[in-house]
Nanobody, 124 residues
Framework: QVQLVESGGGLVQAGGSLRLSCSASGRTFRRYTMGWFRQAPGKEREFVAAIKWSGDSTYYADSVKGRFTISRNNAENTVYLQMNSLKPEDTAVYYC?????????????????WGQGTQVTVSS
């Protein structure tokens, strides 16, 4: 069982930055591939970024590539999402998720555990 808690969301102006953190419970965190997803009002949950359990492989949605960076610290059971050059269309609830898959996945259904989400609002 893995419990995930996100933090770091907030209100920021367009062009600004935020750093989201996801703290995981349990001693097996390093075995999980981690992902970030987001959901805007009236829209489906969409993939943002993922990082392999080993940290040596990452994958990004085209909409955030070059602006967002996912990283992890297995010693601290934490995964991060650094978000730069934020745009109003990045406004959403951001969720952290964990999967037992050994490769990165963009499919929400393949993730086993989810956090409660943190709100990110980007004003124009």
């Amino acid at each position: 069982q893995v419990q995930l808690v996100e933090s770091g969301g907030g209100l920021v102006q367009a062009g600004g930055s935020l750093r989201l953190s996801c703290s995981a419970s349990g001693r097996t965190f390093r075995r999980y591939t981690m992902g970030w997803f987001r959901q805007a009002p009236g829209k489906e949950r969409e993939f943002v970024a993922a990082i392999k359990w080993s940290g040596d492989s990452t994958y990004y949605a085209d909409s955030v590539k070059g602006r967002f960076t996912i990283s992890r610290n297995n010693a601290e059971n934490t995964v991060y999402l650094q978000m730069n050059s934020l745009k109003p269309e990045d406004t959403a609830v951001y969720y952290c998720a964990a999967t037992r898959l050994m490769v990165v996945s963009t499919t929400p259904q393949e993730y086993d555990y989810w956090g409660q989400g943190t709100q990110v609002t980007v004003s124009s």
